[in-house]
């Protein structure tokens, strides 16, 4: 018999892990104490942006093999697996991670099960988690019932979080047994009928790998963006500097963009949340490095803040165009977003900033309602004495600089996201420059 599934938590990583069961061939609960958010995706409309979702989405709830509920006690007496994908947030006032939806999820679920059954959580937490949650459910669980437990970090990249959930790059099991390991190796077979690395461990590592990799990527943007301070002092160009080091096979490319640096709901929350844990382990010394890797990351926003000022003066009165809300391209996350940041830091130095994003606009505005948002990049331009690059959308890639001139009041650019032909924008007149270029103030 298939395997029936339930993902508790509908939001991101809980809508895409439902969507993509049903797409595996599964039936599929989802369920959220949230009834809007139920109603919402029944109907098949999704609450985010995320290419390729909503068309997987419909698709199953018209198969029949996906559909949601509020009800713990009917997925209890349903499902063979029980997916937990709920939100840790950063706890308000600290930076460590708040396990409130976690272990109220667990415990919700240890108390409903009415069958055999197992347990898998999914949610980024900090490492001695799944032990505790383990223990939890072994005390409240109906004794005559088995539920095994395991702990099988996702690692999404948004804006390509359905071809993850599909064609994972590995696979990290920590299960409390080996028939558990077997149940999750039925679930991921099509993963593993195409050598995907399946990685079988313990609970602790498990839970480490996600935090150990965001980490490493921090590390990696934050390292490059430290480089761009020395090259906008000193000269040089960073692209440049990436690119050579970059062919070094023990570094490679990847994350060598130097910019506004990283946000979103993921490496900022997870970075911060690490350094808690390491602190309460009494390691103090041992991530203090990470501390340094936001500090950096913070001051690129300030950066672009002072090259305004030395590009057009005073920024009161002025009026700036921002290009971009989200924190990422294809996605309409304002979470920790950069580029939401600087606009808001714009606005309270007293200028006038339009805002346009082909997404996230809704969003930004409940997060930010004072700023301006607009419905094109060339309704943002309009009039600006500066245009700033924070988000590396295609559409602005592929601005060309004669168009965008005939509307701006003077043709000044900042590039946040070094990603702009610098070259063909300064010969159509343009004063133009990109965070890690030296830049000669013309005030």
Same mark, same amino acid.
């Given at each position: 018999?298939?395997?029936?599934?339930?993902?508790?938590?509908?939001?991101?990583?809980?809508?895409?892990?439902?969507?993509?069961?049903?797409?595996?061939?599964?039936?599929?609960?989802?369920?959220?104490?949230?009834?809007?958010?139920?109603?919402?995706?029944?109907?098949?409309?999704?609450?985010?942006?995320?290419?390729?979702?909503?068309?997987?989405?419909?698709?199953?709830?018209?198969?029949?093999?996906?559909?949601?509920?509020?009800?713990?006690?009917?997925?209890?007496?349903?499902?063979?697996?029980?997916?937990?994908?709920?939100?840790?947030?950063?706890?308000?006032?600290?930076?460590?991670?708040?396990?409130?939806?976690?272990?109220?999820?667990?415990?919700?679920?240890?108390?409903?099960?009415?069958?055999?059954?197992?347990?898998?959580?999914?949610?980024?937490?900090?490492?001695?988690?799944?032990?505790?949650?383990?223990?939890?459910?072994?005390?409240?669980?109906?004794?005559?019932?088995?539920?095994?437990?395991?702990?099988?970090?996702?690692?999404?990249?948004?804006?390509?979080?359905?071809?993850?959930?599909?064609?994972?790059?590995?696979?990290?099991?920590?299960?409390?047994?080996?028939?558990?390991?077997?149940?999750?190796?039925?679930?991921?077979?099509?993963?593993?009928?195409?050598?995907?690395? +399946?990685? &079988?461990?313990?609970?602790?590592?498990?839970?480490?790998? /996600?935090?150990? !990799? %965001? =980490?490493?990527?921090?590390?990696?943007?934050?390292?490059?963006?430290?480089?761009?301070?020395?090259?906008?002092?000193?000269?040089?160009?960073?692209?440049?500097?990436?690119?050579?080091?970059?062919?070094?096979?023990?570094?490679?490319?990847?994350?060598?963009?130097?910019?506004?640096?990283?946000?979103?709901?993921?490496?900022?929350?997870?970075?911060?949340?690490?350094?808690?844990?390491?602190?309460?382990?009494?390691?103090?010394?041992?991530?203090?490095?990470?501390?340094?890797?936001?500090?950096?990351?913070?001051?690129?926003?300030?950066?672009?803040?002072?090259?305004?000022?030395?590009?057009?003066?005073?920024?009161?009165?002025?009026?700036?165009?921002?290009?971009?809300?989200?924190?990422?391209?294809?996605?309409?996350?304002?979470?920790?977003?950069?580029?939401?940041?600087?606009?808001?830091?714009? +606005?309270? &130095?007293?200028?006038?900033?339009?805002?346009?994003?082909? /997404?996230?606009? !809704? %969003? =930004?505005?409940?997060?930010?309602?004072?700023?301006?948002?607009?419905?094109?990049?060339?309704?943002?331009?309009?009039?600006?004495?500066?245009?700033?690059?924070?988000?590396?959308?295609?559409?602005?890639?592929?601005?060309?600089?004669?168009?965008?001139?005939?509307?701006?009041?003077?043709?000044?650019?900042?590039?946040?996201?070094?990603?702009?032909?610098?070259?063909?924008?300064?010969?159509?007149?343009?004063?133009?420059?990109?965070?890690?270029?030296?830049?000669?103030?013309?005030?």
């Amino acid at each position: 018999m298939s395997l029936r599934m339930s993902v508790i938590g509908t939001g991101y990583l809980g809508a895409t892990h439902a969507a993509c069961m049903a797409e595996l061939g599964f039936e599929v609960i989802g369920l959220d104490i949230d009834q809007d958010k139920i109603d919402s995706l029944t109907r098949g409309e999704l609450p985010f942006h995320e290419p390729g979702l909503p068309e997987l989405l419909r698709k199953h709830i018209a198969t029949g093999r996906l559909r949601f509920t509020t009800s713990y006690e009917e997925i209890g007496g349903w499902a063979d697996v029980h997916f937990i994908g709920v939100g840790t947030p950063q706890k308000a006032g600290d930076i460590a991670a708040d396990l409130t939806f976690v272990d109220a999820a667990t415990r919700s679920l240890a108390e409903n099960i009415s069958k055999d059954a197992f347990i898998v959580g999914k949610s980024t937490v900090p490492v001695g988690t799944a032990r505790r949650l383990s223990k939890m459910i072994a005390e409240i669980k109906n004794p005559d019932i088995s539920i095994g437990f395991a702990w099988n970090p996702e690692f999404l990249r948004e804006g390509f979080a359905v071809e993850d959930t599909l064609t994972p790059d590995r696979l990290v099991v920590g299960a409390d047994s080996a028939v558990t390991e077997k149940v999750l190796r039925e679930v991921y077979a099509r993963a593993l009928a195409v050598d995907t690395p +399946f990685i &079988s461990t313990d609970f602790e590592t498990a839970e480490l790998v /996600k935090v150990a !990799a %965001n =980490a490493f990527l921090a590390t990696k943007i934050s390292f490059i963006n430290a480089f761009s301070e020395v090259t906008e002092t000193v000269g040089g160009d960073i692209r440049t500097l990436a690119d050579a080091i970059g062919f070094d096979v023990r570094i490679g490319r990847r994350f060598l963009n130097a910019g506004v640096g990283f946000g979103g709901g993921c490496l900022p929350k997870d970075i911060r949340a690490l350094q808690a844990r390491i602190s309460e382990l009494g390691l103090e010394r041992t991530m203090r490095f990470l501390s340094e890797v936001d500090e950096i990351n913070l001051r690129r926003r300030d950066r672009v803040v002072y090259l305004a000022e030395d590009m057009i003066g005073p920024l009161a009165g002025k009026k700036i165009a921002v290009l971009g809300a989200a924190f990422k391209p294809n996605s309409d996350d304002v979470r920790d977003s950069p580029a939401l940041d600087v606009a808001a830091r714009l +606005f309270n &130095s007293g200028a006038d900033v339009n805002v346009y994003d082909p /997404k996230a606009n !809704a %969003n =930004a505005a409940k997060r930010f309602p004072r700023l301006k948002y607009v419905d094109s990049a060339f309704e943002a331009a309009t009039q600006a004495d500066l245009v700033i690059l924070l988000t590396e959308w295609s559409e602005f890639r592929a601005l060309v600089p004669t168009e965008l001139a005939t509307v701006v009041a003077n043709r000044n650019f900042i590039d946040g996201r070094n990603v702009m032909p610098i070259d063909e924008w300064e010969h159509a007149g343009w004063n133009i420059t990109a965070l890690g270029r030296k830049f000669e103030s013309k005030n």
